[in-house]
């Protein structure tokens, strides 16, 4: 009975990954006759701590089956990794350390999916809210901050490297609107240093994997004034990067915080959805850069709904000129909220995904 059980998780974990490779690798076609894949990412940063806890995934079938394997069967491609510096045991808002971030960009690899690495630079949540510096980070000056950004960026990057694996895109920040490693990266205060502190960090990426993309990534992506004043600040201060990336949460758009808790009355993706596209569209025209959605989500009791929203961001993307348009993320789409309680997953509290993540699989 045990060489049974063996045998069958030698065939899940090396044998199934090969097949959904090859069964659901979907692609474009530009100009030129040659096939570009488009991007259907799932961040999944809280994943080890799901299985960890003893909580299930079901395919559509009602099986039990490793989230890779139902994310794969979904249309999935690529995965992305949040990485921490010095992360606390919190199951919700830790973990997410080098070894770990190692660990799980493994067994992406080992599913033949496509990685993201997403540097917060913070021992927790960085947003713009909040973009909190790593507690040993604390008392740094400026000279020694660039020197961490750099230092930990290549120490991370050489870590993955060693296990053969090259990200494909590396977000040097994590939706940095307002700056990062705050005050001294604060970008309505000091966007000279905000840029040299991002330059820290591509040039790491850089030198520990040459061919890793470099993302800047900026939340709101439907907004144009928001969106067109970094990047032309970005420019101004010779900020180095390869692609522009945006979050997308029609929920967000219009929320006001009452009494402690985010409310939207309208969260309708339609009333959004053109200017993102138009936006889209002006941010690759104007930068001569690729874009990517590398976050979105919408609310998990509205299934239907969130299908179809994925399905306009997704025909938005690839309607970007020359091919500028390269995918879509959905952020912790197996996040359900009876572990997270996190109301923008793409999963049921039946452990099963629900109808918005066929939407990676529409054409």
């Known amino acids: 009975m045990i060489k049974t059980r063996i045998i069958f998780k030698t065939f899940i974990y090396f044998f199934l990954p090969l097949y959904y490779s090859t069964a659901f690798s979907q692609s474009t076609s530009p100009l030129d006759g040659s096939a570009i894949e488009f991007i259907k990412g799932a961040d999944i940063g809280w994943l080890p701590q799901m299985e960890a806890s003893g909580f299930k995934f079901y395919g559509d079938d009602g099986l039990e089956q490793d989230c890779f394997q139902i994310l794969k069967e979904h249309g999935i491609n690529a995965i992305r990794i949040r990485t921490w510096v010095n992360p606390s045991d919190d199951r919700q808002s830790g973990h997410c350390s080098k070894e770990e971030t190692v660990s799980l960009a493994l067994r992406a690899k080992g599913w033949d999916m496509k990685i993201m690495i997403d540097f917060h630079y913070s021992d927790s949540w960085a947003d713009p809210a909040k973009q909190n510096k790593p507690a040993a980070w604390l008392d740094h000056s400026f000279p020694e901050l660039l020197a961490d950004v750099y230092d930990y960026t290549y120490d991370v990057m050489k870590a993955l490297v060693a296990e053969g694996i090259t990200p494909e895109w590396v977000q040097v920040g994590n939706e940095i609107t307002n700056g990062m490693l ?48 970094w990047f032309d600040n970005a420019k101004e201060n010779k900020v180095k990067y390869d692609i522009i990336g945006l979050s997308y949460y029609p929920f967000w758009s219009n929320a006001k915080l009452v009494e402690g808790t985010w409310l939207n009355d309208n969260p309708d993706y339609k009333l959004t959805i053109d200017d993102l596209g138009d936006n889209m569209i002006d941010l690759a025209s104007s930068y001569g850069k690729d874009v990517m959605i590398v976050e979105t989500g919408d609310m998990d009791d509205q299934p239907d709904r969130t299908y179809d929203m994925l399905v306009a961001v997704q025909q938005k993307v690839k309607e970007i000129p020359n091919n500028k348009g390269l995918g879509v993320f959905y952020w912790e789409p197996e996040g359900a909220r009876s572990w997270s309680g996190y109301g923008l997953s793409a999963w049921g509290q039946d452990g099963k995904p629900t109808r918005a993540m066929d939407a990676f699989l529409a054409k």
Do not use: C, F, R
């Open 182 to 229: 705050w005050p001294e990266g604060k970008s309505s205060d000091n966007w000279k240093q905000l840029a040299q502190l991002l330059n820290q960090g591509y040039d790491a990426v850089k030198v520990a994997s040459p061919t890793s993309k470099v993302i800047m990534h900026v939340d709101n992506g439907h907004d144009k004034i928001i969106t067109k004043k």
